[in-house]
């Protein structure tokens, strides 16, 4: 769920009437001082859980942060994307680094079994690669059977 600050600023006879998103992961629990996208009137505002506690209340002060992402609902949803210099904050979710690799593979579960994925299959497995009922891990990786013996004999495979 994400608040908003629906700003109703006067500006030359007409309201601002620009909806501010609080995104919930920056604002959920925080206090401070926030602008409104398109006039920069600053707010205070203080947040408790998601639930607006204090205001939104005009002040006269510089803000701490921007809102990620505003519109205009009254004018075609015209909008101020993330990272807009003065007016949104930059949109910085993305996945750590380690997230960016490619899939490791895996040959035991967490239970110390053998897992049937495992590569690579021989050509007799057909074009699908899969043996379907019929995975026979000493004689299509015997290496993984290998060390499958060698778990077992040290007793760090557990029931299914
Ligand atoms: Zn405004």
């Known amino acids: 769920m994400c608040d908003i600050i629906w700003c109703k600023k006067e500006i030359n006879g007409k309201k601002c009437n ?9 604002f959920w629990n925080w206090e401070g001082k926030v602008n409104c996208a398109e006039c920069k009137t600053v707010y205070y ?3 408790i859980q998601g639930f607006m506690y204090r205001g939104p209340e ?5 803000p701490d942060t921007s809102p990620l992402y505003a519109d205009k609902p009254l004018e075609g ?4 994307l993330p990272g ?4 949104t904050r930059p949109y910085q979710c993305l996945p750590r680094d380690i ?3 490619v899939a490791d593979m895996v040959k035991f579960s967490a239970r110390g079994r053998p897992v049937r994925g495992w590569r690579p299959q021989p050509p007799s ?13 000493q004689k299509l990786t015997p290496e993984v059977w290998e060390e499958y013996q060698q778990k077992l004999a040290k007793g760090e495979v557990s029931g299914w």
């Open 45 to 47: 505002i203080h947040m």
């Open 58 to 62: 005009e002040v006269n002060e510089k």
């Open 77 to 80: 949803y015209r909008n101020y």
């Open 99 to 101: 997230y960016l690799g």
């Open 125 to 137: 497995a057909g074009i699908a690669g899969s043996f379907g009922f019929e995975w026979d891990i």
């Open 84 to 87: 807009i210099e003065g007016r």
């Open 18 to 26: 620009t909806v501010n998103y609080l995104d919930p992961y920056c």
